[in-house]
């Protein structure tokens, strides 16, 4: 994986070779859930790219760039963030709350069911 973008005024330049584990560390505010929240698709870079494998999940010229801006969608970059705030449905239950990702992604109530008891 690599990034290299500011976000929120934070200026990250990370490079991972497959198997690697990064750990992100510093203080309240220093940018560490802005950065993750970047990768997983729910922030907008001001500028950047960000590639996983071959996939690029922003591609966001820089003001006069002259280029388009390349996003892939959250739900197809194959990455989750679990945020301290697990932000459950709390009028569902738990199996709901599991079936819903699938449920969203057009899969049928019977196999959104079996892949919650599965993953359950």
């Known amino acids: 994986m690599a990034a290299a973008s500011a976000v929120r005024g934070v200026d990250v330049d990370l490079r991972l070779e497959a ?5 992100l560390l510093g203080p309240n505010g220093a940018g560490k859930s802005s950065v993750l929240a ?7 870079p ?3 790219t960000a590639t996983l494998g071959d996939d ?11 280029r388009a801006t390349r996003w892939l969608p959250p739900h197809r970059r194959g990455i989750a963030l679990l945020a301290q705030d697990a932000l ?10 599991v079936e819903f990702a699938p449920r ?3 899969v ?8 919650a008891d599965e993953w359950l």
């Open 104 to 106: 969203s992604a057009g």
């Open 46 to 48: 001001d500028s950047g």
């Open 19 to 23: 198997g690697e584990t990064l750990a």
């Open 38 to 44: 970047m990768l997983a698709g729910l922030l907008r």
């Open 88 to 97: 459950l449905f709390p009028h569902l239950s738990v199996r709901a709350n």
């Open 108 to 115: 049928s109530r019977g196999e959104a069911r079996a892949s």
């Open 56 to 66: 690029v999940l922003f591609d966001v010229p820089g003001a006069g760039a002259g």
